[in-house]
């Protein structure tokens, strides 16, 4: 099956400081990638739906200045976790969508981001 | 919203054991439906997945049955193995925007 990939694996950061997370699909080409929040023991919780080319569709309640999300190019997105602070201590996941499989979701392999 | 409802784990079963673990889920329309497994130290894998009522998903030996009169999608094996411990995790999709809606998801855990 397809192959995302995600960077880092696991960050540790300063309160106050800003963190880029990457996620690319390495062998198709993901128009719309998608990123998750999992917390302990808890399920996945859609943020935002990442589109290729244009500004991304944040979920109610998530706060796009907080979470900036940048898809530049067909194999890579970015979420940046801009001030972060302990609370936003979490699991990040993302997908990519790969319309030639049927529309279905590939999953990264997570970024735990631990805020001191 | 949409929301999914699946057994609370963890379930621990012996090797050879019947597994099932109940999903229910709430959506507008009719969705696809999607099993994902999460094992130890991995990223979420899509087990199987049924796209319209009566269908069903199969793989390693795991099996589940889009049920539209019951709004439901029930994970079975019939004989799991060390193996298939992991996280399950029922979700529902729209086809408008391919969103998955997950359920809180299920540990199990399969001793020898």
């Known amino acids: 099956g397809a192959v995302v990939s995600q960077h880092p694996s696991r960050v540790i950061c300063k309160s106050g400081t800003s963190v880029k997370i990457e996620c690319r699909s390495l062998?198709?080409?993901?128009?719309?990638m998608f990123w998750y929040r999992q917390f302990p023991k808890q399920s996945l919780m859609l943020m935002a739906t990442?589109?290729?080319?244009?500004?991304?569709?944040?979920e109610q309640g998530v706060e796009k200045d907080k979470f900036l999300i940048n898809h530049a190019s067909l194999t890579l997105s970015t979420l940046t976790v801009t001030s972060a602070h302990p609370e936003d201590s979490s699991f990040y996941i993302c997908?990519?969508?790969?319309?030639?499989?049927?529309?279905?979701?590939?999953f990264g392999p997570g970024t735990r981001l631990t805020v001191l | 919203g949409d929301s999914v409802t699946q057994m609370e784990g963890p379930v621990t079963l012996s090797e050879e054991a019947f597994l099932t673990i109940n999903c229910t889920y709430t959506?507008?329309?009719?969705?696809?439906l999607f099993w994902y497994v999460q094992y130890p130290g991995e990223g979420l894998q899509l087990l199987l997945k049924?796209?319209?009522?009566?269908d069903k998903g199969s793989n390693k030996g795991f099996e589940a049955t889009y049920r539209k009169e019951t709004t439901s999608f029930h994970l079975e094996k019939g004989s799991v193995q060390v193996s298939d411990s992991a996280v399950y995790f029922c979700?529902?999709?729209?086809?408008?925007?391919?969103?998955?809606?997950f359920g809180g998801g299920t540990r199990v855990l399969v001793k020898p």
């Open positions: 997908s990519a969508l790969d319309r030639g499989l049927g529309n279905e979701q590939f």
């Open positions: 062998d198709f080409q993901a128009t719309t």
């Open positions: 990442s589109n290729e080319g244009s500004k991304a569709t944040y």
């Open positions: 959506a507008t329309g009719y969705p696809s």
């Open positions: 049924a796209t319209k009522a009566d």
């Open positions: 979700a529902p999709s729209k086809a408008a925007g391919n969103k998955l809606t």
